[in-house]
């Protein structure tokens, strides 16, 4: 599958843009699981001890983390070009996802 060897959102979003079945499949919750963990480290579900797959429940659960943990780091590096630095108590606060890491 070619959309599962796209790394970066925006490569996923374009091919989206192609037709209604590349839509379907841009929408597919796994790829971006996958990306979560490619670029921010995200654990899977397993490894945190969870019995599903948090988009069993919620489709959007992956697509939406990875929005807010792409906003979260460009909301980092855009504070820390301006005086006084980072403040991550400032990027949304305690009520969103868990950032893990960057890789």
Same mark, same amino acid.
């Given at each position: 599958?070619?959309?599962?060897?796209? %790394?970066?959102?925006? %490569?996923?979003?374009?091919?989206?843009? @192609?037709?209604? %079945?590349? +839509?379907?499949?841009?929408?597919? !919750?796994?790829?971006?699981?996958?990306?979560?963990?490619?670029?921010?480290? @995200? !654990?899977?579900?397993?490894?945190?001890?969870? %019995?599903?797959?948090?988009?069993?429940?919620?489709?959007?659960?992956?697509?939406?983390?990875?929005?807010?943990?792409?906003? @979260?780091?460009?909301?980092?590096? +855009?504070?820390?070009?301006? !005086?006084?630095?980072? +403040?991550?108590?400032?990027?949304?606060?305690?009520?969103? !996802?868990? @950032?893990?890491?960057?890789?």
């Amino acid at each position: 599958m070619i959309a599962a060897q796209l %790394d970066k959102a925006q %490569d996923l979003l374009a091919l989206s843009a @192609v037709c209604r %079945d590349s +839509r379907r499949l841009v929408a597919e !919750p796994s790829l971006w699981r996958q990306l979560c963990r490619r670029r921010f480290g @995200v !654990p899977t579900p397993e490894e945190l001890g969870l %019995d599903e797959d948090p988009s069993a429940t919620c489709p959007a659960f992956w697509t939406q983390l990875y929005r807010y943990n792409h906003s @979260v780091f460009r909301d980092l590096l +855009r504070s820390t070009e301006r !005086p006084g630095g980072a +403040r991550l108590n400032a990027l949304g606060g305690a009520d969103g !996802p868990l @950032v893990i890491q960057m890789q």
